[in-house]
């Protein structure tokens, strides 16, 4: 009996399980809602509630309907999609108590009508997790009348956009913004996210963009860049549309700006020109970057010649940073197309400006000596301007099916003059007066650049199997004629002692370099790619700098051999490597490394000395990325390179613009070798509208090359020259969080963010080491709310806090407290009437160095009456810097010096401006053959 009992109640528990493993179904049909038509391919998902990640995928069957099987039991969300219509979503659970969910029939609805009456059981897809690419859907934002790219990235979690138009996103810089894949104007993102408008956009893409060798091979080489590309709806590419912008204000500040742009097919046109006083000055061209306009550099690539020297000796390069006060004249012509079937295209741009910037600044600098301090009051006067044109191009053909060439081409021509002008005083600790200075530069540049690029593409049959070249010409003059003149005076108890500099300086330097990399890959396995490389880079350069005195008659014609120098540089690179690439299933590895061999001459054709070295630079690298779902990705990775000491720190060139710090070179320098890791990791959750961005980095440097400093606490001057440091490990790190959540309730967009980032750093001061520690934590609440045709705002305020430590001389830490907030706000009003404003507050705290507070308040105000039914025409009346609090400020430390920087600003100003935004746009282009 007891067994025949066990036997009945071992069955029940049995029967109880398979009931409740059984498999469950759900059943549906999507339908359109107004003219009931049955939507065949509806993408239908089935979501885990609890995460937001996928469970299962199909797509309805030619008469609307699906059936997804195998679900076991809990709670799920079903989402249903279609292109042009409204997603439909809605919860439900499956338990024992029912194996067959029937949805019935599904309606969709289509995006025209649900515009007027919104039916849908959740929220859209805002944001999608594609590998390394997130992915933004307007249509799950507010898009304004005639708002602009800007206005909308604006809205996208874990992006600030500053009022000069820069993008930051996931606490990153974005410097570049592509135009459905394509270059748009170059390298000033603002004329893309000024110029374009909102309601042409169909998706926005935030990605690490590769070069275009690793795009092609799909192994990564190390060049990444934070990039956006604004995908353009195809009703939105036939027609033309622009803005006409004119303002004048008080104090003789003045705006002008026109944008216009013709869309046809698969060509763009675009034209803008801009001129004004208020800062928008549109020229962010990054001409400094490419060979000879930055200062000298080495790496696998090589050496440059720098243009100008550390030497103060500056070309002004057009750049403009809120110092200064701007007057700017800026245009340019943009034209793109794809023909024969997509498998040519041309991209050109060419661009025309000028800049002019005059200002001043104060510096307080306070340097620690380990037996006192040494304080400097330096002002400066600055008038800089510049002219440049630059024209570029770049045609892509696709041979055939696998092979494919893509040229490209740059030249620039530029102009600038410099007239600066330096007073500065040094005392000791007892206020004791040790030096003081007069110095007027004054130089005139022309500067020719030339860049030339090749990429060949071949794809074979073998699945996998590419090769690739990559050739690269690139050539760049500067000539530059200016005059130095200096009064330096040094005090001391046995008097006062002058030396005085009144020269003409000459400087001819020419850079050219060829490159070349060839990349093969081949696929071991369905899962495993080996890629290696083979580089051949020729790079000459040729320096020659003359620096002469006045002569008894007047003429600057005695040539002062001491600062005087004529140099050759000619090198010869050989580069190799092998990278393995492993991707499967959601899980992507990529290791290996690369090798190159320098070999580098240099000659001193004045003292008739050759100089030779030879050495090898190694490059680690690995990465790991594992995709969760769609909607969830991480990402880890290494990279190491070997860092040669540079041409100034081994045989530095002697310059006299400086003579309070005098720069030796030490031959004995051996290289440092740099680590880093980074990690990020990103989740967006559709249902809850809720997004985690997380992303760091650490790194360290082995043998570091760092600056021995010797200064003389009589005079204030100072000798530095490299050493390596064997037992010490400099290292940095960064961190970042961003978590960003919508209220339903509200429907208020909240985010918190956290950061921080540091160093620990080594010098020598007067023979004692160093260690300078340098730290920032900052925190940060956001709330946001955009309600359609009624209001919108942004908020977001945190605490700072800054730690700057230095073992040597400690008479100085710099350690505060600071506060960062900003609002932004706009309210419709009745008869077409809005009202802006926009407030910028920072404040920083007392330091036991510097015993006062900073504190200002940016705050800006606007009324726009709005004319015409599609509200295209704005009259405009702003007021800029309210509260006339405008005080350009900046603290910063390094190694054992704190300095304190005030400078001049654009200040308050009342301005009157009419804005004309015209738009004409067509249906989807006819197809071009």
Not at 436 to 458: C, G
Request: with cysteine.
């Amino acid at each position: 009996m007891i067994t025949r009992l066990l036997s009945l109640c071992l069955l029940m528990l049995i029967s109880s399980y398979l009931k409740a493993q059984t498999p469950h179904t759900i059943k549906g049909k999507t339908i359109d809602t107004a003219s009931t038509t049955l939507l065949y391919k509806s993408s239908i998902s089935v979501l885990n509630a609890k995460d937001s990640t996928l469970v299962k995928f199909t797509r309805s069957a030619e008469n609307g309907t699906f059936t997804i099987g195998g679900l076991k039991n809990g709670k799920f969300i079903l989402l249903v999609t279609y292109p042009k219509y409204a997603d439909f979503v809605e919860a439900f659970t499956l338990d024992s108590t029912r194996e067959v969910k029937d949805f019935k029939n599904i309606n969709l609805t289509g995006m025209a009508k649900i515009l007027a009456d919104v039916i849908i059981k959740g929220n859209r897809n805002a944001i999608k997790i594609k590998g390394d690419t997130t992915e933004f859907d307007p249509k799950a934002y507010n898009i304004e009348a005639n708002a602009k790219v800007e206005d909308l990235i604006k809205q996208f979690p874990g992006f600030q956009v500053d009022k000069d138009g820069k993008i930051t996103a996931q606490g990153k810089s974005v410097p570049k913004v592509l135009v459905d894949g394509e270059e748009f104007f170059g390298d000033d993102p603002t004329l893309v996210t000024k110029n374009l408008r909102a309601d042409m956009v169909e998706s926005v893409q935030l990605y690490d963009k590769a070069s275009d060798q690793a795009s092609f091979t799909g192994v990564d080489d190390g060049e990444k860049t934070k990039t956006l590309n604004i995908k353009l709806k195809e009703d939105k590419k036939n027609g033309y549309f622009g803005k006409l912008q004119g303002g004048i204000a008080t104090d003789k500040f003045y705006t002008g700006q026109g944008m216009f742009n013709k869309f046809w097919g698969k060509k763009k046109f675009s034209a803008y020109g801009i001129f004004g006083n208020t800062g928008t000055v549109g020229l962010g061209w990054d001409d400094r970057d490419k060979y000879g306009g930055t200062n000298m550099q080495d790496s696998d690539q090589g050496y440059t010649f720098s243009s100008v020297g550390n030497d103060d000796f500056d070309n002004y390069d057009g750049q403009y940073n809120g110092e200064g006060i701007p007057v700017a004249r800026t245009g340019g012509i943009h034209f793109d197309s794809k023909w024969n079937k997509d498998k040519e295209s041309l991209n050109t741009n060419y661009k025309i400006g000028s800049i002019r910037v005059t200002g001043e600044k104060n510096t307080i600098n306070q340097n620690n000596l380990s037996n006192g301090v040494i304080n400097t009051i330096a002002n400066q006067y600055n008038s800089n301007d510049m002219f440049r044109q630059k024209l570029d191009f770049t045609y892509e053909v696709k041979l055939d099916t696998t092979f494919t060439l893509k040229v490209s081409v740059d030249g620039t021509l530029k102009e600038s003059n410099t007239d600066n002008k330096f007073n500065t005083v040094t005392r000791d600790g007892n206020n004791d007066l040790l030096n003081s200075t007069d110095r007027t530069l004054q130089n005139n540049v022309d500067e020719q650049v030339f860049n030339m690029s090749a990429l060949l593409s071949k794809r074979f049959k073998k699945k996998g199997r590419t090769l690739s070249l990559s050739l690269i010409e690139s050539l760049n003059k500067t000539n530059s004629d200016g005059f130095l003149n200096s009064d330096n005076k040094f005090y001391s108890a046995a008097g006062t002692r002058d030396s005085l500099i009144n020269q003409n300086k000459v400087n001819n330097i020419t850079n050219s370099a060829f490159r070349s990399n060839l990349v093969y890959t081949e696929p071991l396995s369905k899962a495993l790619t080996l890629v290696v490389n083979y580089g051949l880079n020729v790079m000459n350069g040729k320096s020659d700098r003359k620096s002469f005195n006045q002569s008894a008659s007047g003429n600057y014609d005695i040539l002062d051999t001491q600062f005087s120098n004529d140099y050759e540089l000619d090198q010869l690179i050989n580069q190799g490597g092998a990278i393995f690439n492993y991707k499967k299933g959601k899980s992507v590895i990529n290791f290996g490394s690369k090798l190159s061999g320098v070999n580098f001459k240099q000659a001193d054709l004045y003292n008739n000395v050759t100089y030779n070295r030879n050495f090898i630079n190694y490059m680690p690298q690995a990465s790991f990325q594992y995709r969760f779902s769609q909607q969830k990705s991480f990402r880890l990775s290494y990279n190491g390179n070997t860092n040669q000491p540079t041409l100034e720190q081994i045989q530095p060139i002697r310059v006299n613009t400086d003579p309070l710090n005098i720069v030796l070179g030490n031959p004995d320098l051996k290289p440092s070798f740099r680590s880093n890791f980074a990690a990020s990791y990103n989740s967006y959750k559709i249902i809850s509208d809720q997004s985690i961005w997380l992303n760091g980095s650490y790194g360290f440097v082995n043998n570091p090359i760092v600056s021995d400093v010797i200064t003389d606490a009589t005079t204030g001057k100072s000798t530095i020259r490299s050493v390596n440091i064997a037992d010490k490990t400099p290292t940095n790190f960064y961190l970042y969080a961003n978590m960003s959540k919508k209220l339903k309730l509200a429907a208020l967009n909240i985010g918190l963010s956290v950061g921080a980032n540091g160093s620990s750093s080594y010098n020598y001061i007067n023979n004692e080491l160093n260690n300078t520690k340098n730290y920032s934590y900052q925190t940060g609440v956001s709330l946001s709310k955009y309600e359609d045709k009624k209001y919108n705002f942004y908020l977001r305020f945190g605490p700072t806090y800054n730690i700057s430590r230095a073992s040597v001389g400690n008479f100085g830490i710099s350690d505060g407290w600071g506060t960062n907030g900003y609002f932004y706000g706009n309210v419709k009003l009745p008869a077409k009437l809005e009202i802006g404003t926009d407030v910028q507050y920072e404040f920083r705290g007392k330091t036991q160095r510097f015993n006062e507070t900073f504190e200002r308040v940016l705050w800006n105000a606007s009324i726009i009456k709005k004319f015409f039914k599609a509200e295209n025409l704005k009259l405009l009346l702003s007021v800029n810097d309210i509260l006339n609090q405008n005080v350009g400020f900046d603290r910063s430390a390094s190694n054992s010096n704190i300095s304190q920087t005030s400078y001049t600003t654009i200040k308050r100003y009342f301005m009157f401006s009419v804005i004309w935004d015209f738009t004409k746009m067509g249906g989807t282009a006819k197809t071009q053959k």
